[in-house]
């Protein structure tokens, strides 16, 4: 399960029940069993099956960490013992800077606590998500983050299993802590030809197909699992995608996905060595050269694998081919304080959440606003004509259309033909034209802001992303002045435009 963390770093004082840790001092004074009382316990960071996650505080020391607790009783009922015990095994021997650390465990009557890093940045996927993708410099350094933590985990005989960018978290400085290891398999000497077979884990989008054909999982699972995170941060979304699990195991076990329009040739060549159907034939595992094959890769030229730790990470940028010739102008489009932030904000404080866009804005705008001058007479007769002869009436909740036209809304490299409608209320509905079906609507609030990149392109930033519209006839200014209207009658005039 994936939690936020902060960036470990050992001290001289650190926790001292840390499974790395003796029981004694050097004094041989026992050291103090931790207790639930010794914390004071924050957000909830993630949710599993039989588990929770929250961040927390040391009342004595002020540290902050993200405390796993788990119920035993539902633990044993569900019969996951074995999860938690791998888990902690698993944590136990890593000693990487790209994962999460174990610092401590300890339980009461009902329940098992884990005392985990912190990592203040969250989840990944929610960053893919903002920017619809990443550019060439980020995929490459979070990627060979990644494939520095598997040549460490799969030294010392480990597989995740469910390598995705959920259980890939970002520490305070912005560099990964893979997280979430209660799938992961532990090879033994009787493992070393790794012929064993599985039980069913992982997520539909990035399992192998040797898990799908024979239920058998490997080294180069992970590799495979690399090459669908290395696709996705590049063009928005995962390569095997359908609307339910059978039809994506379907697609993996035939090896069917293609590569959108715009995708880079030297990625693709990387993405083409890792997604291959033979486990024995993927760039990186034991049969073709290992971890020093696959960082050798022309993608990865120039990475300075031994100082990745200490090496800043790149300014989060979308990958847009159509856009990408000034990459100053999308750096200042694109800068949303994603990691360039000057002060650490605190998790405790709800009013600090809000200023970085991690919760919902509550500034919603209230009642109808008259945009268009005209009485209720005239709006009334206007609407009554607009649900006679306009066919985007069924989508708008019987507001005033006040403009619509075509547009391709991107995520990341994939664009979607889409009819936008601007109305009253204010609303920006979004309608998949050829099937007439609602697909949904940029929310609004006092923090929405349009923004034109050029006569076709433009943007609209809310506090949870950024949508990347393109109008190919040439109105995206005009939908950029209008938007800009319309806020300003909601919301005030503002200097923010």
């Given at each position: 399960?994936?939690q ?5 770093k050992p ?7 840390s499974?790395?840790?003796?029981s004694?001092t050097?004094s041989?004074q026992p050291?103090?069993?931790?207790k639930p ?11 599993g099956?039989f ?8 009342i004595?020391t002020?540290?902050e960490y993200?405390?796993k ?15 938690v015990?791998?888990e902690?095994?698993?944590?136990s021997?890593l ?5 999460v650390?174990?610092?401590f465990?300890?339980q ?13 940045k969250g989840?990944?996927?929610?960053y893919i ?6 550019d ?14 598997l ?13 995705k ?7 305070g ?5 893979i997280?979430?290891f209660?799938?992961?398999?532990i090879l033994s000497?009787?493992?070393v030809d790794q ?5 069913f884990v992982?997520?539909?989008?990035y ?12 080294k180069?699972s992970?590799l495979w699992?690399?090459?669908c ?13 359908a ?7 379907k697609k ?9 329009n ?10 083409q060595k890792l ?13 073709c050269?290992?971890?020093?094959s696959l ?7 120039g990475?300075d ?9 790149p ?13 100053e102008?999308?750096r200042?489009?694109y ?6 932030s000057?002060e ?16 919902d ?5 209230t ?12 709006r009334?007769n206007r ?5 006679r ?12 259309i006040?403009?619509t ?6 995520k990341?490299?994939?664009?979607r033909?889409r009819?936008?409608?601007?109305t009253e209320g ?7 034209a ?8 940029i929310p609004?609030?006092?923090?929405l ?8 392109v433009?943007?609209?930033?809310t506090p ?11 109105y ?22």
């Amino acid at each position: 399960m994936a939690q936020n963390g902060e960036k470990a770093k050992p001290t001289s004082n650190s926790t001292s029940s840390s499974p790395q840790s003796p029981s004694t001092t050097s004094s041989s004074q026992p050291l103090k069993k931790k207790k639930p009382e010794d914390f004071r316990f924050g957000k909830i960071l993630g949710e599993g099956s039989f588990s929770t996650v929250y961040v927390v505080r040391e009342i004595s020391t002020g540290k902050e960490y993200a405390m796993k607790v788990l119920e035993k009783r539902h633990m044993i009922r569900e019969k996951k013992t074995q999860y938690v015990t791998r888990e902690k095994e698993v944590l136990s021997k890593l000693n990487h800077p790209f994962f999460v650390r174990l610092y401590f465990t300890f339980q009461d009557k009902e329940k098992l606590y884990f005392g985990l890093s912190y990592a203040k940045k969250g989840e990944l996927l929610p960053y893919i998500i903002k920017l619809g993708s990443f550019d060439l410099n980020c995929t490459r350094f979070y990627s060979a983050e990644v494939v520095s933590a598997l040549e460490h985990l799969h030294g010392l005989g480990i597989i995740h299993r469910d390598l995705k960018p959920e259980n890939i978290l970002l520490d305070g400085d912005m560099h990964i802590k893979i997280t979430d290891f209660g799938t992961a398999k532990i090879l033994s000497g009787t493992d070393v030809d790794q012929k064993g077979r599985n039980s069913f884990v992982g997520t539909a989008q990035y399992v192998s197909p040797e898990l799908l054909t024979d239920k058998r999982a490997n080294k180069s699972s992970d590799l495979w699992a690399l090459g669908c995170i290395i696709y996705q941060l590049l063009s928005g979304l995962p390569p095997f995608r359908a609307s339910n699990e059978y039809q994506i195991f379907k697609k993996i076990i035939a090896l069917d996905f293609e590569f959108p329009n715009g995708f880079p040739e030297v990625p693709k060549d990387l993405v083409q060595k890792l997604l291959v159907l033979d486990p024995t034939k993927r760039l990186g595992c034991d049969e073709c050269g290992g971890f020093s094959s696959l960082k050798s890769h022309n993608f990865y030229e120039g990475t300075d694998w031994e100082n990745l730790p200490n090496t800043t990470p790149p300014d989060l940028l979308p990958y847009l081919p159509s856009t990408c010739t000034d990459q100053e102008g999308l750096r200042s489009i694109y800068r949303v304080s994603l990691h360039d932030s000057e002060e650490e904000f605190d998790d405790f404080d709800e009013q600090l959440l809000k200023k970085v866009g991690l919760t919902d804005d509550d500034t919603k705008p209230t009642g109808r606003k008259n945009i268009l001058p005209l009485t209720d007479s005239e709006r009334e007769n206007r609407l009554s004509k607009q649900e006679r002869e306009s066919q985007w009436h069924q989508f708008v909740e019987n507001n005033l259309i006040l403009k619509t036209g075509v547009v391709d809304k991107r995520k990341g490299l994939f664009p979607r033909r889409r009819q936008l409608i601007l109305t009253e209320g204010p609303h920006l509905y979004y309608v998949d034209a050829s099937a007439m079906v609602l697909k949904g609507e940029i929310p609004w609030t006092k923090d929405l802001r349009p923004e034109a990149k050029n006569f076709e392109v433009f943007f609209v930033h809310t506090p949870k992303r950024v949508y990347y519209l393109e109008d190919h006839t040439g109105y995206a200014m005009e939908w950029v002045k209008k938007i800009e209207e319309v806020h300003r009658a909601y919301f005030g005039d503002t200097t923010r435009f």
